[in-house]
């Protein structure tokens, strides 16, 4: 018998409740106790949803507060030593701080690093681990929800995020080895294991994601001593989960594990089932991916039900589970709910219940079940429904991309030349500041947003509140000195969804909701077919804000990769042409916006890291299109017209030379969380253009003061030139309180004002 599984459900719930729970938490308007109530109450709906699906064993322990990586380390009392006072008076609080900070009772604590997920939108705590690290037990988490799922009726599987990914995933605060600590950490592993036999647990699922990635002898022999060592002893069955691609290189290695079972991810790899099938022994069950857990299409069931054909006749029934390609995090929880999409556009989408019933048709499909034939037919139909769809390819979209020449990819000056221009036209002072881009979005801007699309507010009263708000954002800007303003971007819901609402070939849902970071959820933006622009998006409100300052004001635009990484993008053509697309749709506002006398235009693309392949050889490839893509949205302006982009929570080391390709006048990217390290890709290659580092954490709402933004900058200094630095934020306000934002923002301007007055003293 074919059994349907799952690696992972969303944790936000339908409606966000588990957003709501936290942030009533963290506003001390409900309790610890309430907030745990809250959350046990999702995890009997979540594992409902997947049984009424079709799911016949549900995973357990991947729900979490925040973070899955982060619940490992505190687990594992991988807990730095600066939040062991706060954890051991109050472990909830101590949770959250090492998640978001915290600056009361006397402490002053910074958050851990936060990065993304692999080449997900998804973001991950970074454990801090250093030399003679001791690992134990801190509490009994993926116990205590199995038991909660037995007890609730639901034939339930732990997940833990494996040991040699742990390590490789963490950072070495001393500039050790991680995974020097793998022989600490594996005794717990084994306790952990034998507590979840003890409590019933027949099976495991251990996620090894980077077995995805290259791994180099080191790691080899990690892996080898790390199964071998929980081989042993009292543990249930292991499941080893790979996804996100194919172990390809690795799957010798994998094959030699000393586990029971392999999960393998069929959508980002379909190539390697027969290398999987011939390398497997007879004892061990394999679990195949065939639905994509990461975007929002219906599968071909035909070419899915080939691939399981295979494989059952290989191992046949008993040895063969079918599940999702990885967890199903990355996607919304239900599309029934989406009534306002057309209905054949609808009918194209899967979310995660709709994930998992496709699952259970092919698991009747192929035990022979006439019920699964009609279903069969329903999702064909379906499928050539949305190929034969006229509201998915424009001819005249083709012909545009197919008509780039390359003195579009270029802007007509080097940066030197364009940056003696620009100084000319804005006239500012060493260590310019500026922000991101976005303010805060209080609840009175998300109110006004709701009534005017709940049509309780007027067009005209609208309007008229965003141009109030413009105007306080600009004054309030002005009033601290900065020196390149931002108009708010009040009008704004999100910084992808915005742009694809006023694009053609983008679709957009009511409660689509994926989580991005604790409780930050977006919806993402569906692109369903060939994008264009119908009338410019961005240029009434810059305008009006650069007419209430004589100070430089950008226009701000979501850049063409970052448009591409945070929307589902559809399926049917390569993701290189869909962002040329794009990137000649924005060419156009850029080239309004300057037309109409904005100076500073910033094209943001904090996802341009976060899409590259996750094997090296694959790079090139794709940097080759995302920097093309990024040089088509803005090579279009004169001389005078600076571009900015910025990036955030990536590493840069590896692709440095190709961030310098994309030629913008000034980079901004996360640098705060990090004390700066990041800047140490640019010690050997010397960037050429502009950058400002960020130097302060807007995840965190912690504020720092004026002497630690200085110290960063001094850093940022001892790497760059003066004349190259600016001084700004991480990244957009907008999930910030004004209080922290009137606070932050006037010491990061003093910041900038003592470090023009040690350049002037100095030079």
């Known amino acids: ?56 064993i549900v995973p357990c322990n991947d729900f979490s507060l925040y973070d899955h990586v982060l619940d490992m380390a505190f687990l594992f009392d991988a807990i730095p030593e600066r939040y062991r006072p706060l954890v051991e008076r109050d472990a909830h609080a101590g949770y959250f701080a090492l998640a978001r900070g915290w600056q009361q009772d006397g402490l002053d604590l910074h958050a851990l690093e936060m990065t993304k997920w692999f080449d997900t939108n998804y973001h991950y705590l970074v454990p801090e681990l250093h030399a003679g690290q001791t690992f134990r037990l801190r509490g009994n988490k993926p116990v205590d929800e199995f038991i909660e799922a037995r007890e609730q009726g639901f034939e339930a599987r732990p997940v833990l995020l494996g040991p040699v990914s742990f390590l490789l995933l963490s950072k070495a605060v001393d500039g050790s080895d991680c995974l020097d600590l793998l022989d600490r950490l594996l005794p717990v592993y084994a306790q952990l294991l034998a507590r979840l036999s003890q409590a019933g647990a027949e099976w495991v699922q251990i996620d090894e994601p980077c077995l995805v990635l290259d791994q ?107 599940a999702p390609s990885c967890s199903l995090l990355h996607v919304p929880v239900d599309v029934a709910v989406e009534t306002s999409l057309p209905d054949d556009l609808r009918s194209w989408l899967a979310f995660a219940t709709q994930k998992i019933g496709e699952l259970r048709i092919l698991a009747n499909a192929v035990k022979g079940r006439v019920s699964a034939y009609a279903a069969l037919d329903t999702a064909r139909a379906q499928w050539v429904s949305r190929q034969q769809s006229p509201r998915v390819h424009r001819a005249e979209v083709a012909q545009r991309v197919g008509s780039v020449t390359a003195s579009q990819l270029a802007r007509r000056s080097a940066h030197a030349r364009r940056k003696h221009a620009q100084q000319e036209r804005l006239g500012l002072p060493l260590f310019p500041t500026t922000t991101i881009g976005s303010f805060p979005q209080t609840h009175e801007v998300r109110e006004a947003r709701a009534q005017f699309k709940s049509r309780k507010l007027s ?95 950008k226009g701000m635009l979501t850049g063409p990769v970052t448009v591409l990484q945070w929307s589902f993008v559809r399926d049917d053509q390569p993701r290189a042409t869909t962002c040329r697309q794009i990137a000649l749709a924005l060419r156009d506002e850029v080239l309004d916006l300057e037309a109409a006398g904005i100076g500073v235009i910033q094209i943001d693309e904090p996802a341009l890291r976060e899409g590259l392949p996750l094997r090296r050889k694959d790079w090139r490839g794709y940097l080759a299109w995302a920097v093309e893509s990024f040089r088509l949205t803005a090579a279009g302006v004169r001389d005078e017209t600076q571009i900015h982009t910025h990036m955030c929570y990536s590493e840069f080391n590896d692709i440095i030379e190709a961030v310098a390709a994309m030629d913008a006048d000034v980079i901004s990217m996360e640098t705060s969380r990090s004390r700066m390290e990041l800047l140490e890709a640019f010690v050997q ?6 950058m400002g580092p960020g130097v302060y954490d807007i995840h965190s709402p912690r504020v720092p003061n004026v002497e630690e933004m200085t110290a960063l900058l001094q850093k940022a200094a001892d790497v760059l030139l003066p004349g190259q630095l ?38």
């Open 1 to 56: 018998m074919t059994t349907v599984t799952n690696l992972g459900f969303p944790r936000m719930g339908p409606r966000r409740e588990l957003k709501h729970a936290l942030e009533a938490y963290w506003h001390g308007e409900s309790t610890a106790q309430q907030l745990e109530e809250a959350a046990r109450s999702l995890r009997r709906r979540h594992w409902e949803l997947q049984r009424e699906a079709g799911a016949d």
């Open 216 to 322: 180099d002898g080191d790691d080899h022999a990690a892996y080898r001593k790390a199964y071998r060592a929980l081989a042993d002893g009292n543990r249930p069955k292991l499941l080893l989960a790979t996804y996100f691609g194919a172990p390809a290189d690795n799957l010798p290695l994998v094959a030699e594990l000393p586990v029971d079972g392999l999960h393998v991810d069929l959508v980002r790899a379909p190539e390697q089932l027969d290398a999987v099938l011939d390398a497997l022994g007879e004892e061990k069950i394999l679990s195949l991916g065939l639905v994509d857990g990461r975007n929002v299409w219906r599968a071909d069931l035909d070419r899915a039900l080939r691939t399981l054909r295979r494989a059952h006749d290989r191992f046949g029934g008993l040895r063969v589970q079918i």
């Open 459 to 553: 067009a005209v009263a609208y309007e008229a509140f965003l141009e109030s708000e413009t105007r306080r954002c600009v004054r309030f800007q002005e009033e601290i000195g900065l020196d390149v303003l931002v108009h708010g971007e009040f009008e704004r819901n999100d910084m992808v969804e915005y742009f694809g609402e006023q694009l053609d070939g983008f679709a957009f849902t009511r409660l689509g909701w994926v989580q991005s970071y604790g409780s930050r959820c977006v919806k993402p933006p569906i692109i369903y077919g060939d994008v264009q622009r119908p009338a410019p998006m961005t240029v009434r409100w810059s305008c009006y804000a650069q007419s209430l300052t004589p100070r430089p004001m």
């Open 685 to 690: 290659f010397r960037y050429p253009n502009d």
């Open 726 to 763: 600016w001084v700004n934020p991480d990244c957009g306000l907008k999930t910030r309180g004004w209080a922290e934002v009137r606070d932050a923002l006037a010491a990061m301007v003093s910041a900038a004002r003592r470090m023009r007055e040690v350049v002037t003293v100095e030079a």
